[in-house]
C-alpha cells in the first residue's frame, strides 16, 4: 500500500494494527485511484448520454441538467487524465474538492433541477464509498455527514416548494443519511483490514526472501555436502561441496543431473531408493568412486520432504561428509594430546637407551661364547630399533619448529630426485626396479634438500616393500602440474590397501606391520605440510609393457619457490587431477 511522506498509510494514521510494517508499495492504491476515477468518468458519461436521450424524446426540454451532466464528466475525466494518484488528505482540500467536493456537488445540482421524478441519491454512495477506501475513517464520516446535509437542505427546500407531507421528504434523508454512515464505517474498516492483510503479506514475503537468501548463502559455505534429490534419481540442486565430493564426471557442473549416469554414484542412488522405498530417513556410509582416482568414504543421511498435497513430489534431501575431514578433526584431537606426550617420553627414554646400548657393547667385547654373542647382537639391533623410533618421534617437533624458515628455500626438483634416487638404487640394489621419469624443463621449489630425501626416501621403502620384482615395478616421476606447480609421484603395483588402513594412512603410530613404528608417513605429511607442500595417496593404473597395471600412488604437490609464484594460473582442476590425468 502507498504510504505519505510521513510515513503513514493512506488508510490513516490509525488503522494499522499493531505490529504491522509498513511498506512503500503503491501498486495496489494506485489500481483503487484509477478504479475510482474511471467510474466517476464513467458515471458521468452515463448521466450525460441519459439526459440526452430524455432531451432528445421530448420530455424535458431544459438543458441544464445536460449542462450538470456535461461539466461533471468533464471534471471527472480531466481528473482522471490529468490528476496523479496520491492519497486524500485529512483537510478538505483542492484534492478532496475536485473529487468528493465535486461528486457531492453535481449529485446535488441534479437532484434540485430534476425535482422529484428522478431520485438521485443512491449517487451519493460513490463519494462516500470512495472517501472510506482512499481516505481515513475521519473524512469518511466528514463525507457522509457533507452528503447528510446536503439530503436534509433537499428535503426542506422541497418542503418549501410542495406544501403538505413535508415528513416524507425528512424521513427519506435521514434513512440515506444513515446508509451513508454505515456504508462509510464499513467500507473503512473493509478496507483498513485488507490493508492490514497486504502489508502482513508483504512482510511475509519479504521474510522468506531474507530467509532464503540466508538459506542459499549458508547452503553455498556448507563444508558438508547437500542434494536434493527426486524420485527419479535427478539431482534438483547441490551445493558445491557436493559437487567436489561427487567429483568433475558426468555432468555435475549444470544445474541438474542424474545420478544413475555415473557408476560411480551407485551407492547414493541406492541409499536414496531405499529412503523412498521406506519412506524414512536413512543413514550409511557410501563410498564414491571416481575414475582414475582413488575411492571416496562419505558419511550420508537422508531426509524426506514432506509432500503438501496430493500432486507434491516427495524429495530427498542427502546430507554428505567427507570422512577424511572428520577423521582429520579426530587426528587433530588426538595428536594434540599425544605429540607432547610423546616427545617428553622420547627424552626419557634416550638417555637409558644410549646406556643400554654402550653396556651392551662393553659387555660384546667380553664374551666369547656364540650363543651369548648372539644376545647381545638381539640387544644392540633392538637398541637401534629403539633409537630409530625416538629420532624420528623428535623429528616431529623439529619439523613442526623449521616451518617458519622453510619458505627461504629453493631446491632444483630434477637434479635433486635424480641423486636421491641413484643413491637409493646402489643401498637397496633395487637398479630393475625402480624406473624414473623427470621433466625435461627445470623445476624449482620451495623446499629443504634433506626434508625431500627423508620424503622420498621413505615412499620409496615402503614401495618397495610392497612391490613386485617385476621390471619397472616402482616409478618416479618429477613434472609441473597445469597450474605450474612442481609434482612428485612415487608408483608401485602393490597390492591395494584395506580400507581400513587406508583410513589412518598418515596417522602416526600406525602401521600394518608389526616391526614398523606408523611414523613414516606421518613425518612425510608433517614435513610437506612445513613447507606449504601436501601429500595424498590414489589407487591408479600405470602402462607396464603395454598393459595396465594397477598400484598405489603418492603424489607431492610443492609449493612453489618465491621466484616461481607468478607462474601459477587459475584452473577449475586440482594439481593432483590435473596429474592423474596426464599420467593415466
Known amino acids: 500500500m502507498r504510504l505519505r511522506p510521513d510515513g503513514q498509510s493512506w488508510f490513516g494514521p490509525s488503522l494499522l494494527e499493531p505490529g504491522v510494517e509498513q511498506t512503500d508499495n503503491p501498486r495496489e492504491f494506485e489500481r483503487l485511484w484509477r478504479g475510482f476515477m474511471t467510474a466517476r468518468a464513467t458515471l458521468g458519461l452515463v448521466l450525460l448520454a441519459l439526459q440526452g436521450v430524455i432531451y432528445f424524446l421530448g420530455a424535458s426540454k431544459d438543458t441544464t441538467l445536460i449542462l450538470i451532466c456535461a461539466g461533471y464528466f468533464a471534471a471527472a475525466l480531466s481528473v482522471r487524465l490529468t490528476v496523479r494518484p496520491r492519497q486524500l488528505g485529512k483537510a478538505f482540500d483542492t484534492q478532496w474538492i475536485s473529487t468528493i467536493g465535486v461528486d457531492i456537488l453535481a449529485f446535488a445540482a441534479l437532484q434540485v433541477a430534476q425535482g422529484s421524478s428522478i431520485n438521485y441519491a443512491p449517487l451519493f454512495a460513490l463519494p462516500v464509498l470512495m472517501a472510506s477506501v482512499l481516505g481515513s475513517l475521519l473524512l469518511a464520516l466528514g463525507a457522509a455527514a457533507g452528503v447528510t446535509l446536503v439530503l436534509f437542505g433537499y428535503a426542506a427546500w422541497m418542503s418549501l416548494q410542495v406544501p403538505g407531507d413535508t415528513a416524507s421528504y425528512f424521513f427519506q434523508a435521514a434513512l440515506t443519511g444513515a446508509g451513508c454512515f454505515v456504508i462509510s464505517f464499513l467500507a473503512n474498516q473493509i478496507a483498513t483490514r485488507l490493508a492490514n492483510v497486504e502489508l502482513r503479506a508483504q512482510r511475509s514475503q519479504l521474510a522468506v526472501r531474507v530467509q532464503r537468501l540466508v538459506n542459499e548463502l549458508v547452503i553455498e559455505s556448507l563444508t558438508d555436502g547437500i542434494l536434493v534429490v527426486d524420485q527419479h534419481g535427478t539431482v534438483r540442486a547441490a551445493n558445491p561441496a557436493a559437487r567436489q565430493l561427487l567429483g568433475s564426471q558426468g555432468n555435475v557442473r549444470v544445474n541438474s543431473f542424474d545420478l544413475s549416469s555415473v557408476i560411480g554414484w551407485q551407492g547414493l542412488l541406492d541409499l536414496m531408493n531405499l529412503s523412498f522405498a521406506e519412506n524414512r530417513a536413512q543413514q550409511a556410509d557410501v563410498t564414491i568412486h571416481h575414475a582414475g582416482r582413488g575411492p571416496r568414504r562419505v558419511r550420508v543421511r537422508t531426509q524426506l520432504t514432506a509432500a503438501q498435497d496430493g500432486d507434491a513430489e516427495s ?192 596417522e602416526p603410530f600406525f602401521s600394518s606391520e608389526s616391526r614398523s613404528s606408523g611414523l613414516g608417513l606421518y613425518i612425510c605429511r608433517e614435513l610437506c605440510e612445513g613447507h606449504g607442500a601436501s601429500i595424498a595417496y590414489y589407487r591408479t593404473q600405470r602402462n607396464l609393457r603395454g598393459k595396465p597395471v594397477e598400484g598405489n600412488e603418492f603424489i607431492v604437490t610443492f609449493r612453489p619457490s618465491p621466484s616461481q609464484d607468478d607462474l601459477i594460473t587459475p584452473s577449475d582442476n586440482t594439481p593432483e587431477t590435473s596429474w592423474l590425468q596426464a599420467h593415466r
Open 315 to 506: 524429495l530427498c534431501v542427502m546430507f554428505l561428509q567427507d570422512q577424511r575431514e572428520m577423521e582429520a578433526r579426530m587426528r587433530t584431537e588426538k595428536l594434540a594430546s599425544m605429540g607432547r606426550m610423546s616427545a617428553a617420553v622420547a627424552h626419557e627414554i634416550r638417555n637409558p637407551l644410549a646406556a643400554i646400548a654402550q653396556a651392551n657393547a662393553l659387555l660384546d667385547e667380553d664374551l666369547t661364547d656364540p650363543r651369548h654373542k648372539q644376545l647381545t647382537q638381539m640387544v644392540q639391533q633392538n637398541a637401534r630399533r629403539l633409537e630409530r623410533i625416538v629420532d624420528e618421534v623428535l623429528n616431529i617437533s623439529r619439523v613442526q619448529h623449521s616451518e617458519e624458515t622453510a619458505s627461504s628455500f629453493a631446491l632444483v626438483l630434477n637434479g635433486a630426485v635424480e641423486k636421491i634416487c641413484n643413491d637409493w638404487q646402489g643401498q637397496t640394489k633395487s637398479e630393475h626396479q625402480l624406473c624414473v621419469n623427470l621433466s625435461p624443463r627445470s623445476i624449482e621449489v620451495g623446499f629443504e634438500p634433506e626434508h625431500l630425501r627423508r620424503i622420498l626416501v621413505n615412499l620409496l621403502d615402503n614401495a618397495r616393500r610392497y612391490a613386485s620384482q617385476n621390471l619397472d615395478a616402482i616409478q618416479v616421476s618429477a613434472g609441473r602440474s597445469t597450474r605450474g606447480q612442481g609434482m612428485l609421484s612415487v608408483w608401485s603395483d602393490g597390492q591395494p590397501m584395506d580400507q581400513s588402513v587406508e583410513r589412518h594412512l598418515f
